[in-house]
């Protein structure tokens, strides 16, 4: 299985990015997906992910700026970043889970495959 996360960069605060997570060597549309995100010296944590269903899920501090969508004919997930705040800037990872129930969305242990992640700095 690889998650292959892009489009991170360098943004104005206030700007915006899209990310994208290519999966392969999984039966995509059977997984639920998530984005979770690492600041230096801090721990991983969980940004938005969204279910086989298409039912989505945001952390508190991004809900209303980032939307997170799925593409199973192309194995790719989203993540549109409006609004980016420098306490947005960190390595966003892509993430895969085959048994997530609602309670453990947010847990990063619950996932079953990662990417490798992608760099995302805003500067103020």
């Known amino acids: 299985v690889q998650l292959q996360a892009s489009g991170g960069g360098l943004v104005q605060a206030g700007g915006s990015l899209r990310l994208s997570c290519a999966a392969s060597?999984?039966?995509?549309?059977?997984?639920?997906m998530g984005w979770f995100r690492q600041a230096p010296g801090k721990e991983r944590e969980f940004v938005a992910a969204?279910?086989?269903?298409?039912?989505?899920y945001f952390s508190d501090s991004v809900k209303g700026r980032f939307t997170i969508s799925r593409d199973n004919a192309k194995n790719t997930i989203d993540l549109q970043m409006n609004s980016l705040k420098p306490e947005d800037t960190a390595l966003y990872y892509c993430?895969?889970?085959?048994?997530?129930?609602?309670?453990?969305?947010?847990?990063?242990?619950?996932?079953?495959?990662w990417g490798q992640g992608t760099q995302v700095t805003v500067s103020s």
């Open positions: 060597g999984l039966t995509f549309s059977r997984y639920d």
């Open positions: 969204i279910r086989k269903n298409r039912i989505t």
């Open positions: 993430a895969a889970g085959a048994s997530l129930i609602t309670s453990t969305l947010h847990s990063a242990r619950a996932y079953d495959y």
